[in-house]
C-alpha cells in the first residue's frame, strides 16, 4: 500500500465517527465577533480571555517595538536574539507572579515540553493529573523520568503514589484551571502534600493567569507565597493576548533551565513586538483591574442564565464553562445549531477531551445581550425549558 493512502483511511475513519477537524481561520482580528468566509459570528470560542488581542494599547506597544528592534529575532536568546525588552518581561513576570525570577519560552506549549524534561530529569519521578493538557503529557513522556498519573484533582491518590515512591526528586504537576473542564484544582492540599513528600510543585497556571486573584494566577488565589519548590508556568498567548509562555521559579531554577530547558536553547527568541504586547498587557491588567472584574461578572451572569435554563455548569469561577453532551454526534448537533444563530462555540471531541462537550470561553468583551443570546440559543439546541 502506498504510504498516501494510509493517511487517506485515516482520514476516512475520523470523518466517518464525526472526528476530522478542519481549520477554521478569521478574516479579521480576535475579539467579541469574528468574520469566519462570509459570516459574522459572536465569539465564544477564544481563550482571549480580556480581550487584548486586539487591544490598542497592546498593539501600539508592539508596533513602536517592531520600529526600535525590527521584526525576526535572528537567533536563540544564547546567541542573542533576545533584546533587552525579554529581560523587562521576565522582570516584569516575576514580579507579577510572586516568584523570585522568570524566563520567557516561544509558546505555553514549548515551556512545557522544554522545562518539565529538564526539571524532572530521566532520573526523577513525575505525578501527573489525568486530565492534564497535551503539552505537560508531551513534556513528561520526553523527559524519560518514572511517571505516574492519579486521579483528577485526588489528593489521597497523589498522596499514596508520592509516599510509595522512593525517588529523590519528585516533581507534582498539575493544571490549576482545568483548560477543558474550567474547574479549580486544590493547589493549597497540593501544595502541602508536595511539601510533605519533598517533592517540587509545577503549577501550569495557562488559563489562571490573568483571570485569578486580579490575574496573577492560582498561588494568589489560594494565598501560597511561592517558595523554591513551586514553579509557575503560564502563558502569555490567552487573557494575555499575545504569544509566548514563561516559567516563574527561584533563580537556581530558571538559570538552569537557561542551560538545559531544550526548547530555550534551540530554539529562535520570539520577536521584539510579542514581547512588548506581553508586557503591555500586564501593565494594563495591573493598571486596569476592571478588565478582570468585568470578565468575572460575565462568568456569574452566564452561568446563572444557564442554570435558570435548566443547564448544569460547573461553579468554579473561571471563563472555561463546559456543557457536557453523551455523544460526539450531539456535540457537533449543539454546535452547528450555534452556529445557526451566530454563534461560535465548537465542539471539543476526543482526543482532546474524552467526553464530547461544547467549550465555551468568557471575555471581558462580551455584553450582557450577548450572553443571553447564548444561553437562550443553548438551551433551545439542548432542547431545555
Ligand atoms: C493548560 C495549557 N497549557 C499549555 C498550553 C499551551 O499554551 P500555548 O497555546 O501558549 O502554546 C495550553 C494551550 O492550549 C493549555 O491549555
Known sequence: MKPANTYTEHLVSLSRSKLLRAISDRGCPQGRTIRIGETQLL???????????????????????????????????????????????????????????????????????????????????????????ASIVDGCRLSGAERFVYRHGSLSHLAELLQASHKTLKLVVTESVFSMDGDIVDIRGIHKLCKTHNALLYIDDAHATGVLAGGRGSPAHFNIQPDENVIQMGTFSKALGSMGGFVAASETIIEYLVNRAR????????????????????????????????????????????LLRGIHVPDAPTAIVPI??????????????????????????????????????????????????????????????
Open 43 to 133: 465569539n465564544f470560542a477564544s481563550n482571549d480571555y480580556l480581550g487584548l488581542a486586539a487591544n490598542a494599547v497592546v498593539i501600539d506597544a508592539a508596533s513602536r517595538a517592531m520600529l526600535e528592534f525590527g521584526l525576526g529575532a535572528g537567533a536563540s536568546r544564547l546567541l542573542s536574539g533576545g533584546c533587552t525588552l525579554h529581560g523587562e518581561l521576565e522582570r516584569r513576570v516575576a514580579a507579577f507572579k510572586g516568584s523570585a525570577a522568570a524566563l520567557v519560552f516561544n509558546s505555553g506549549y514549548t515551556a512545557n515540553v522544554s522545562a518539565i524534561p529538564a526539571l524532572a530529569t530521566n532520573k526523577g519521578a513525575i505525578f501527573s493529573d489525568e486530565l492534564n493538557h
Open 263 to 306: 526548547g530555550l536553547m534551540y530554539s529562535t527568541a520570539l520577536p521584539a513586538p510579542i514581547i512588548a504586547a506581553s508586557l503591555a498587557a500586564i501593565n494594563h491588567i495591573e493598571t486596569n483591574p476592571e478588565v478582570v472584574v468585568t470578565l468575572h461578572a460575565n462568568i456569574g451572569n452566564c452561568k446563572r442564565l444557564l
Open 324 to 385: 457536557y453532551v453523551e455523544t460526539v454526534a450531539e456535540a457537533m448537533r449543539i454546535s452547528e445549531h450555534l452556529l445557526t444563530r451566530g454563534i461560535y462555540a465548537p465542539a471539543i471531541r476526543p482526543p482532546t477531551v474524552k467526553q464530547p462537550r461544547i467549550r465555551i470561553s468568557l471575555s471581558t468583551l462580551h455584553s450582557d445581550e450577548d450572553i443571553e443570546r447564548l444561553s437562550a440559543s443553548l438551551s433551545e439546541a439542548i432542547g431545555c425549558q
